[in-house]
């Protein structure tokens, strides 16, 4: 997993997530990810620190369904049985949108809307669908030539689906004019598109995209103590924190095994839950109304004061049980997007609308398959486009999970190499250097 790049302004991303011993040609900075007990859920310290049991009794994602736009993933995990429904390889790389290369997509999947079945990871939105679309990595690229636009090609095949949300677990140091487009137009579609942060907070803290773009909600890590993780990205980009630490999750593509460790995927993924939660709850929402109310009961200090953002992390912690179960978050104006504070389009929620632009997704919708609250961060003045501005340090809240911004939270296992490649794309003439990362 490492970021991708390329030159000439087209971006590639990294993939946002550590899960287990991927690490290929990376580097890995801390300890390594450890194997865990057959029983992944015993694992799952996020999911207890959230309410995930009271969460279910009123909401479980039923009728909900997220774009995993990432290494692909396996429809056959004990897990995921019946849970994933027909996407596409935009990477146009060997195999299928089914055959995941790492394993890290189809972690996201189970952390999503796993079943736990033969021990297996409990997703948050349990009863929610998704659709893979599978993108290539830098170790791909350099493997094999693949689809030089594949993301974004991605984001507008997943925005003319079924799918609401839509989760990139990628990123990139780089802008690109084909990725701001597709995530414009997914905006003004009324989907919500969650990107982790990165995980390269010490190592320059470099803006990372998608997540950097307006329209997306850039989501941070927290650790198991409820602090933002010191890895993870910060900045004005940051909209939301989501548990990211010592996080189950596939060791490799072979999927045998779990491994713990680190990652603002998991975050990405985890918010991108949340969100299908609180629209099955409210499904004729916009996706503006469903990301105002998750802004609005994030957990955050008690000094934090109203109408501003932090620079760690953005609205506060994800608490998808403090709207579902306290009411806590009103759904606002339908068509204004929280995020830029701009019109949307006035698309309804969920609608899937024919494109204008080039994307191709053959069948999104055909089966494939058979079947932390409460950070405490730094205060700040809120931007015009909905991003943060720094400020000066809040207290924790009185949520599980509640601390201080500047906690670092063990040794992060966290992917931060990248490794860059010289790829000439089929049927083009074109050598194109590429880098991607894992955040």
């Known amino acids: 997993m490492t970021a991708g790049m390329i030159e000439g302004g087209r971006l590639r991303r990294a993939l946002l997530g550590t899960t287990a011993t991927v690490v290929l040609a990376t580097a890995l900075v801390g300890v390594a990810p450890t194997a865990v007990a057959a029983d992944a859920r015993s694992q799952q310290w996020y999911l207890d620190a959230m309410g995930a049991e009271d969460i279910w009794k009123t909401a479980t994602g039923r009728g909900i369904t ?190 045998a095994k779990y491994c713990v460790s680190d990652g603002t995927s998991f975050s990405s993924a985890l918010a991108s839950a949340s969100a299908a939660l609180i629209w099955s709850v409210h499904p004729d929402w916009t996706g503006s109304q469903v990301l105002r109310a998750m802004f609005e009961s994030a957990g955050r200090g008690a000094d934090w004061k109203p109408g501003t953002v932090s620079t760690k992390a953005g609205h506060g912690v994800i608490r998808p049980n403090a709207h579902i179960n306290r009411g806590i978050g009103k759904p606002g104006d339908a068509n204004i997007s929280p995020l830029t504070n701009e019109p949307t389009g006035g698309a309804a929620a969920g609608s899937a609308t024919p494109s204008t632009a080039p994307s191709a997704n053959p069948n999104p919708s055909a089966s494939a398959s058979t079947s932390a609250d409460a950070p405490s961060a730094t205060a700040s003045t809120q931007a015009p486009d909905g991003k943060s501005t720094s400020g000066a340090p809040v207290a924790g809240s009185s949520e599980s999970a509640a601390g201080t911004e500047s906690g670092g939270g063990g040794n992060p296992g966290v992917i931060i190499g990248a490794v860059a490649g010289v790829i000439v794309l089929a049927g083009v003439g074109v050598v194109i250097a590429r880098r991607r990362r894992a955040a």
């Open 66 to 255: 997220v774009a995993v736009i990432d290494t692909g993933v396996d429809p056959d995990t004990p897990s995921l049985k019946g849970k994933v429904l027909k996407g596409w390889d935009a990477s146009e790389s060997k195999g299928d949108e089914t055959d995941d290369y790492t394993g890290h997509g189809t972690t996201l999947a189970e952390i999503i809307v796993g079943s736990g079945t033969g021990g297996g990871l409990r997703g948050l939105a349990p009863d929610a669908k998704v659709i893979p679309y599978r993108v290539a990595d830098t170790e791909r690229q350099n493997e094999q030539a693949v689809n030089a636009f594949d993301i974004a090609e991605a984001i507008k095949a997943a925005v003319d689906s079924d799918a609401r949300i839509i989760n990139i677990s990628m990123a990139s140091d780089y802008y690109s004019e084909e990725e701001r487009e597709a995530v414009q137009y997914a905006l003004q579609k009324g989907k919500l598109v969650f990107a982790g942060a990165g995980n390269n907070a010490k190592k320059g803290n470099k803006k990372q995209y998608p997540a950097s773009y307006p329209e997306v909600v850039a989501v941070a890590a927290t650790t198991q103590g409820g602090v933002v993780a010191d890895y993870s990205q910060h900045g004005e980009a940051i909209d939301l924190a989501a548990p990211g630490s010592k996080i189950p999750g596939y060791c490799d593509k072979s999927l």
